[in-house]
Structures are given as structure tokens and as C-alpha cells.
Nanobody, 117 residues
Framework: QVQLVESGGGLVQAGGSLKLSCSASGNSFIFSISDVGWYRQAPGKQRELVARISGSGRENYADSVKGRFTISRDNAKMTVSLQMNSLKREDTAVYYC?????????WGQGTQVTVSS
């Protein structure tokens, strides 16, 4: 049974920083070769990719967060993190951790990030 548990969300002022963390359970080898990442969903909008990192370490970012957000993974600890700097009001959303491998998708329960002006 794979579980993803996010932490680190909260309320922050515009220009501030937050770090999200996601802890995974399950097979550590499969985790290490899986794509893992972060998606977000704002009210009334579709869920969108924020950042992801492949098993080989390749990183992808949404254009809206490039240069501000950094994704990282620790395969030994089975965690994936998202460092968010220079936060903007439009970053307000529920952030979801995702793991994908061999056609299987797993999602965390989500953590709220609210950026105030």
C-alpha cells in the first residue's frame, strides 16, 4: 500500500517562503525509479503540474514557478520536497504530492498554501 503524506503548508505573506515535504511509504526501490512531483489546484481551476523530478533526477517546472521553486528528492528517506520562494498570491492553492510509475498514480491528501498580500 503506497501512501503519500504532505506537510509544510500554511499561511505566508507575499514574497515569503515555504517548504513542502512529502513522505512516501512502500517499496523504496520503486520510489527511487519513480517520477515524483507536486501539483496544485486553486479554487475553480484545474489541477496543474508545479514541479516534478524523475528517477534519474531530471526536473521539470511550470513556467509560472521557474526560478522561484525548487524540487528535490531523498530516495533513502523516500521524501520529495518543494522549496517555494518569492511566493505570490496566485500561488495560493492546495498542493498535492504525486508519484507515478508504470502507469500507476498515487496522490497525497493535499496541503493548503495561502499567500496573503
Amino acid at each position: 500500500q503506497v501512501q503519500l503524506v504532505e506537510s509544510g503548508g500554511g499561511l505566508v505573506q507575499a514574497g515569503g517562503s515555504l517548504k513542502l515535504s512529502c513522505s512516501a511509504s512502500g517499496n523504496s526501490f520503486i520510489f527511487s525509479i519513480s517520477d515524483v512531483g507536486w501539483y496544485r489546484q486553486a479554487p475553480g481551476k484545474q489541477r496543474e503540474l508545479v514541479a516534478r523530478i524523475s528517477g534519474s533526477g531530471r526536473e521539470n517546472y511550470a513556467d509560472s514557478v521557474k526560478g522561484r521553486f525548487t524540487i528535490s528528492r531523498d530516495n533513502a528517506k523516500m521524501t520529495v520536497s518543494l522549496q517555494m520562494n518569492s511566493l505570490k498570491r496566485e500561488d495560493t492553492a492546495v498542493y498535492y504530492c504525486h508519484r507515478g510509475w508504470n502507469g500507476q498514480d498515487y496522490w497525497g491528501q493535499g496541503t493548503q498554501v495561502t499567500v496573503s498580500s
